[in-house]
């Protein structure tokens, strides 16, 4: 009887995640295990560390900075009335639409937090034959866009902009 509850279980569960449509994100940005949320849609981990913890920290009216790999999110002084978790998630370059990346896009969460002042996203640009006035960061609500070019500015190898509200943001040629 008990083998039959936890067949019955794994069948429900993998008919959750194993559909043709990929399931939505939890409104916590949580998925089943063996899946990880990217731009609201649980994906399969393609490896144990696609699927580890995402950075968080918590961000408040002193500012402050969360990064994560080759990408960072910097918070002025007075852009936030009150504290918020905040998550950076990696998503795949392949999965953007509408804007040429020349990284994989980062996903700020939660994606609803607007800024009272501009916050700055910076994204590392590797293996880019552009030089630096060709590119760009851009923000979106969902990796197909619409993508809205910030106001900032490029090095050799990073690229900055000035966002007025968390969501997806790429580096990509202008």
């Not at 918590?58 to 790999?69: N, T």
């Not at 994204?123 to 990796?143: F, Q």
Request: include cysteine; charged fraction near 20%.
């Amino acid at each position: 009887m008990r083998a039959r509850i936890l067949l019955a279980g794994s069948l429900l569960l993998g008919a959750c995640v194993g559909q043709q449509d990929d399931p939505p994100c939890s409104a916590e940005g949580t998925c089943l295990p063996g899946f990880r949320c990217v731009a609201e849609i649980c994906e399969p981990c393609e490896g144990e560390s696609s699927c580890s913890p995402l950075p968080s920290q918590e961000l408040g009216p002193g500012g402050g900075s969360i990064c994560s790999g080759t990408s960072c999110l910097t918070v002025p002084s007075g852009a936030l009335d009150d504290f918020v978790s905040f998550e950076l998630a990696s998503v795949p370059a392949a999965s953007i639409v509408g804007v040429s990346p020349l990284s994989d896009a980062i996903e700020v969460r939660p994606v609803a937090t607007r800024f009272e002042l501009s916050a700055e996203v910076e994204i590392e640009v590797r293996g880019s034959t552009l030089g630096s006035d060709r590119w760009a960061v851009y923000h979106a609500d969902a990796p197909s866009g619409p993508w809205t070019r910030l106001e900032g500015n490029a090095t050799a190898s990073r690229a900055r902009g000035l966002a007025d509200r968390a969501g997806l943001f790429v580096a990509a040629g202008k």
